[in-house]
């Protein structure tokens, strides 16, 4: 018994090969399929990243072009379930909706029991295609707006602020909002991406398993802290108060949102990216302030943590950016979810491709052979 090696939170444990990310967190490095971040970041889109990670090589103009037509043609959704996400509670905590959306969804795909790689890859694009609609109408609902059909000629970034704002976006938000999709879309194998694996393991479907990985993404663990981020940066509300909020913070022994991460220990390349869209956005917008005081609480934590590898992460620049693109706070877990439905998706068909049944083992640490005594004597 004193053997056991008991690895809580399964940390540092590898449980399978995988082709789709890369990360080295010490030099703050990530790859999706051998290609740097800051690459695709620049020259790519998100429907080439959702290839990317689908097909594990970039496609031909003419297969982007049909991987394109394909996710417009399948953004709508249909109308029983818009209806039953109509139908939860005013109260309901947007990742609740989005949760049931994609699980009403898999019934309404004709291929749902065929997990084939081939089958898995057009599920893959109908879920994606649709995930986009689910959270735009998320907000819609939930501000009491109709919602608004799927551009039949948008790009998915641009189709998914259509979708929400009922005007095609400026060429500067679409972009932003392309790159943000390809900085969520893949993180190797986090909370969400093991649930999801831990599904698909028993041979069930991959809705079943992306629904795991949006209950996962749920927890404020693991999506969730842009939000905390965002609200932290409007109550410091200028540069000059920044100092002594972060020094109170910390003395307090609060942490602060949006930095600090279990992989990387430098500065994550992922909010490096956000933080030069951000200027961009300032720029056009000729609105400094939020960038001014994020600049200056990134300054005073590298200052005070840097030596303790806390850096920002891809939290502390993104919630900053949605809120500029006019976005509600309480969108941006079920965004992440949308954007990260590439990479469950991806790692699913990874998966299924050497199958192995996910069945840890836990160490008990209860009493045995205790005698059993009847109700009427206890
Ligand atoms: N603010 C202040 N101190 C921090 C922070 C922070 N954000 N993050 C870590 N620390 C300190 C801890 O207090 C600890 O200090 P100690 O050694 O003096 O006790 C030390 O750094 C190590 O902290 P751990 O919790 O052991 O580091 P871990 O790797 O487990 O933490 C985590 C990673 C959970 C992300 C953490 O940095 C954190 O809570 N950050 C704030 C939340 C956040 O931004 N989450 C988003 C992560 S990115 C994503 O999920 C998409």
């Given at each position: 018994m004193s053997e056991v090696v008991i690895h809580k939170g399964l940390?540092?444990?590898?449980i399978t090969e995988t082709k789709l990310s890369y990360i080295d967190g010490e030099k703050g490095i990530l790859y999706y399929a051998g290609y740097p971040i800051e690459d695709l970041a620049k020259y790519s889109s998100f429907e080439e990243v959702c290839f990317l990670l689908w097909h594990n090589r970039l496609p031909s103009r003419k297969e982007l072009d049909e991987l394109k037509r394909s996710i417009r043609e399948n953004a709508e959704i249909p109308w029983e379930v818009v209806d039953l996400m109509r139908k939860?509670?005013?109260?309901?905590h947007p990742m609740d909706i989005m949760r049931t959306a994609v699980s009403a969804l898999g019934p309404y795909?004709?291929?749902?029991e065929d997990n084939s790689r081939e089958a898995n890859i057009r599920k893959s694009i109908r879920l994606q295609a649709k995930v986009g609609t689910i959270t735009a109408y998320i907000y819609r609902i939930k501000e009491g707006l109709a919602v608004i059909p799927p551009s039949k000629k948008l790009d998915y970034a641009a189709n998914f602020l259509y979708m929400m704002f009922g005007k095609e976006p400026d060429e500067l938000s679409s972009k932003i909002m392309d790159v943000a999709l390809i900085l969520h879309a893949e993180h190797e194998l986090p909370a969400s991406t093991t649930a999801a694996l831990t599904t698909i393991s028993?041979?069930?479907?991959i809705y079943s398993a992306v629904v795991s990985g949006i209950a996962a993404l749920k927890g404020p663990l693991h999506g969730g802290a842009n939000e905390k981020a965002l609200e932290m940066l409007k109550e410091i509300k200028s540069p000059e108060r920044a100092e002594e909020y972060i020094k109170k913070a910390l003395a307090e022994k609060k942490r602060i949102m949006g930095f600090g991460h279990r992989v990387y220990k430098a500065y994550d390349p992922r909010a490096r990216i956000f933080k030069e869209y951000f200027k961009k956005l300032c720029e056009q917008r000729n609105d400094w302030t939020m960038y001014r005081t994020a600049e200056k609480v990134e300054e005073v934590m590298i200052s005070l943590l840097g030596h303790k590898g806390i850096f920002p992460n891809i939290d502390f620049y993104s919630g900053a950016v949605y809120d500029m693109l006019?976005?509600?706070?309480?969108?941006f877990t079920p965004m992440f979810a949308m954007a990260r439905t590439s990479g469950w998706t991806a790692h699913i068909i990874e998966y299924l491709q050497d199958n192995r049944l996910i069945r840890p083992r836990a160490h008990y640490t209860g009493q045995l052979d205790l005698k059993y005594i009847p109700i009427e004597q206890r």
């Open positions: 940390e540092n444990i590898v939860a509670p005013k109260k309901a795909d004709p291929e749902l028993t041979l069930s479907d006019g976005i509600p706070s309480y969108l």
